[in-house]
């Protein structure tokens, strides 16, 4: 049997990955199988979940996926786990449209209760409405207890304590305001070696809050989930995969690899560090940090021709963000330098000149609507390319103005488009013929 739990917050900033990643790294010195989830799209927090715990969190959207893909993806992920932890993303009720795809809509789906971290910094004795209002506020919704962030003293944590005792809610212990040991809550522009400098202080935070934290009352409180067993059809014809991953990219769900190798083989390679692309039927280019590390990208002049070769002469690629930025012509750096790459698609892009896009994307083509993410700050320069005829809305059913790409048998989107699952994937293949 596993246990379940969720992590979240009043509001983004409060201190929930820096609790959920000292919590990981607790619970597996304490030699209690844990696996991380991640509500949302973000491929950050999943990163600092494999170096608290050493397993990669895995995204749970109810934007992107289905509910039964879902439960899938929590037993498939968590069959050896003795607890799942999920951490939420932003406050506990903020979704893509008012609460509609928020942790708590997440927690109610799963009926898994919920540990709000609360930020304790600048308030004392006033926790007590503001805890009583997000008990209160959905009874459908469970809130286990809460967790203090940042008490500044015995004394702090008596009082916030005690207003959780006048109110009734379970309280499992803080965390202190440590100096200098506290996770960056925008860290999107971190790279791989950027993340593993926090190993020393999740370690730090792990230590404070096996003093401070009743770990084992959490444990005990969480959810009891049976797994059930979801049979996979295997296909009759087994498809070659190859997918870039590098420091330039890593922006990869891990349930589209699990779909990929549910349809064939995968096999891994590195546009910055191989010489060429390994045999395959499908590459996979992800997004990633292309604009970190384009010298070296640049200079592979090997690599960029292979690629070159492989869809010119009818390849398959689909590539995504910055993946899709490798394929222009040229990428152009934060300093105006244009650095050449691989030349198949007719644009260059630029990060010179910033604006971000973001949000939740829905591509309705003739045969299907696959959903995604768009993220970014670059833009394309000098686009000749053609697209297909698809129609791109955002989270509230308005159109948008992001092209999908299309050039012989290469698929390029600015969207992380989602195919963890058979379906899915396979209506991708069907957009590169």
Partial sequence: MTKQFIISAPNSNAGKTTITLGLLRLFKRNKTEIQPFKVGPDYIDPKFHQLACNKIGVNLDLFMMSELEISSYLNFYGKNAQINCIEGVMGLFDGANKALGSTAALAKKLKTPVLLVIDAKAVAYSVAPLIQGFVNFDEDLEIMGVIFNRVGSERHYAIVKEACEDINVKCFGYLSNLKNCSIPSRHLGLNIEEIEKFDVIIDQISHELEKTVDW???????????????????????????????????????????????????????????TEIPKCDLIFFPGGYPESHLK??????????????????????????????????????????????????????????????????????????????????????????????????????????????????????????????????????????
């Fill in 296 to 433: 070296k990208l640049s200079s592979n002049a090997s690599m960029l021709e292979s690629i070159k070769s492989f869809a010119e002469n009818n390849g398959h690629i689909y590539a995504e963000c910055g993946g899709m930025m490798y394929l222009g012509n040229s990428i152009i750096s934060e300093e105006g330098k244009p650095y050449k790459m691989v030349g198949f698609f007719d644009f260059n892009s630029t990060i010179a000149t910033k604006k971000l896009h973001l949000g939740y994307r829905k591509s309705k083509t003739k045969n299907y609507t696959f959903k995604g993410h768009e993220f970014h700050y670059s833009s394309l320069l000098n686009d000749k390319e053609a697209t297909i005829n698809a129609t791109v809305l955002n989270a509230r059913d308005s159109e948008t103005n992001t092209k999908i790409h299309k050039k012989k048998h290469v698929l390029g989107s600015y969207i992380h488009h989602f195919f963890g699952s058979i379906e899915t994937l396979s209506h991708l293949i069907n957009e590169l013929k």
């Fill in 216 to 274: 084992k009352s959490i444990l005990n409180a969480s959810k009891e989930v049976e797994q059930a067993t979801i049979p996979i059809k295997q296909p009759a014809n087994k498809l070659k995969f190859a997918i870039a991953k590098d420091e330039a990219f890593n922006f990869i769900y891990p349930h589209n690899v699990t779909a990929m190798k549910q349809l064939g083989e995968v096999t891994f390679f590195s546009p910055i560090h191989d």
